[in-house]
């Protein structure tokens, strides 16, 4: 390509009285179009290759599920990982370690936190949370993502499982403020667990269809994208596993849309409305997972709980 340029620049130089109309100017300017695409696709792949982290991906795909599975880090890595996160992540505690569903209090079972860009709040449960600052840690997981897929991330959500009794019920991801276009990534340290799948038609004792549930194990270090529609038409769970003694830390990255880009319109089907099987984990004294399915009394706010956050 080099060489040529150099051609192509020579004949500049001796072509210069060329008339504008003639067909030896039309073909140099085609040549000169050509060069700049070419560039262009060059300039392209360089900048691909420089926020890319390759490695062997696992398709999963059922009618409307759509994810990949990967090990991201390798064991010892994700062991250092974890162990940084135990020591700079804060979680909620008091009333936001709480939800009031159908006039009661309930623990959710696990510990959360939110972290994001500065200004973005989440809601979810009829909880809104606002975002803690990155954490350094969280911001090398988070850009090791967005070399692997190639998708950028504004805001997650952490949960801690202290052993296989903390768990998340069935729900969702699905919420107003989520880019509906980008996929959802699910960052695993600490003890493997049992992840699940279930078609939203299947769900229930009026279940409208037959459709086999999707079981995943999410290992230490893995790394799992639920690519849209798999937030339609499926929901997920992390169910009680009383053998697991380990804990475990999860990191769903999300995108968050801005006030401005928001659809304040619900989408089709989406009645909050809860399941049979989320009343029955309530009558058990658990909270089950946040989502549309669930229905609270009142929406709060919740202040940013991070040491040394503005808003405390």
Known sequence: MEKFVIQDRNKRRCTSDTPAGSPRKKIKQ???EKIKEEDSEDDEDAAFAEFS???????????????????????????????QLEEEVVYATGEESKVQVYGKVYNIPRKQATYGDAGLTYTYSGV????????????????????????????VLVNRYKDGQDHMGEHRDDEKELDPGCPIASVSLGAARDFFFKHRDSRGKQSRRQIEPVKLELAHGSLLLMNPPTNTFWYHSLPVRKKILLPRINLT??????????????????????????????????????GV???????TATECHCLGCNSL
């Open 253 to 290: 990255f999300r995108r968050i849309l801005l006030d401005s880009k928001r659809e304040t319109k619900a989408k089709p089907g989406d009645e909050a409305s809860p399941s049979d099987q989320d009343l029955g984990n309530l009558e058990a004294g658990n909270m089950v997972g946040f």
């Open 30 to 32: 085609e040549r000169d």
């Open 293 to 299: 399915n669930m229905l609270l009394e009142e929406d």
């Open 53 to 83: 982290k390759p490695v062997p991906w696992q398709k999963i795909e059922a009618e409307g599920l759509d994810c990949d599975y990967a090990l991201l880090f390798s064991k010892e890595e994700a062991d250092c990982l974890f162990t």
């Open 128 to 155: 809104r949370r606002i975002a803690c600052p990155w954490t350094p840690t969280l911001e090398y997981i988070r850009d090791t993502v967005t070399k692997t897929t190639g998708q950028t991330f504004n805001f």
